[in-house]
């Protein structure tokens, strides 16, 4: 089945700075990866994704990139904000397992005012 | 348009016990999956229903079991509880229509086994 893993586990910056956060799958037939954010207590909410015939794609202050041929993902963060901080996970999705999203471990991302 | 919808979102149970959660996907999603998430662990996949039937599992013991009604209402029961089974169980509805729908998350059962 589908792997996604995830790093870095934990990613702390200066506020204004850039995160990057990076994902990489084992199933060449996933096509659909989205992003989502998981502030405290809540739930996880997607904040952006990007199928495989896409390379990139931006949304103000966040961007997904995508190579399917080394079959990684990142997500980009410019101009980090203190309420962007909260737990991140990407995730993926595809052909073989339509109704199954295998997510990553997550990245807790901190932004220090 | 309303949301997923989870209940019990707090719930206290014994070991031993067993438990039953509810969920309510959003007006025409016919697919409900289910992830338990604990600290540490990240998300991991329980189950999916389609169309009352489970079109997905994960790697989760018989103890846990879920089904799907004709309105694509789910439930999910554990039995035997455990004390590892304490977590936040996550629901989740989408389209899936084809693959890469977006899924949808409610707010979560928060389960405590003691």
């Known amino acids: 089945g589908e792997n996604v893993e995830q790093h870095p586990s934990t990613l702390s910056v200066q506020e204004g700075d850039s995160a990057v956060i990076k994902c990489t799958y084992s199933?060449?037939?996933?096509?659909?990866f989205p992003w989502y954010k998981q502030e405290l207590g809540k739930r996880p909410q997607l904040i952006i994704d990007i199928r495989s015939n896409v390379g990139e794609k931006k949304d103000q202050r966040i961007a997904v990139t995508l190579n399917k041929t080394a079959k990684h993902f990142s997500l980009h963060i410019t101009e980090t904000q203190p309420e962007d901080s909260a737990v991140y996970f990407c995730a993926a999705s595809g052909t073989t397992n339509a109704g199954k999203s295998t997510f990553g471990d997550g990245t807790t991302l901190t932004v220090k005012p | 348009k309303a949301g997923v919808t989870q209940t019990p979102r707090y719930l206290i149970k014994t070991r031993g016990q067993q438990v039953t959660l509810s969920c309510s996907p959003i007006s025409g999603h016919r697919s409900v999956s289910w992830y338990q998430q604990t600290p540490g662990q990240g998300l991991q996949f329980l189950f999916e229903y389609f169309s009352e039937t489970q079109r997905n599992k994960g790697n989760f013991p018989g103890r846990f079991s879920g089904r799907q009604f004709s309105n694509s209402r789910s439930e999910m029961n554990v039995s035997t509880l455990e004390l590892g089974d304490s977590a936040l169980y996550l629901c989740a509805s989408s389209l899936a229509k084809s693959s890469g729908n977006t899924i949808y998350f409610g707010e979560g059962s928060w389960l405590t086994v003691v």
């Open positions: 199933d060449s037939a996933s096509n659909y």
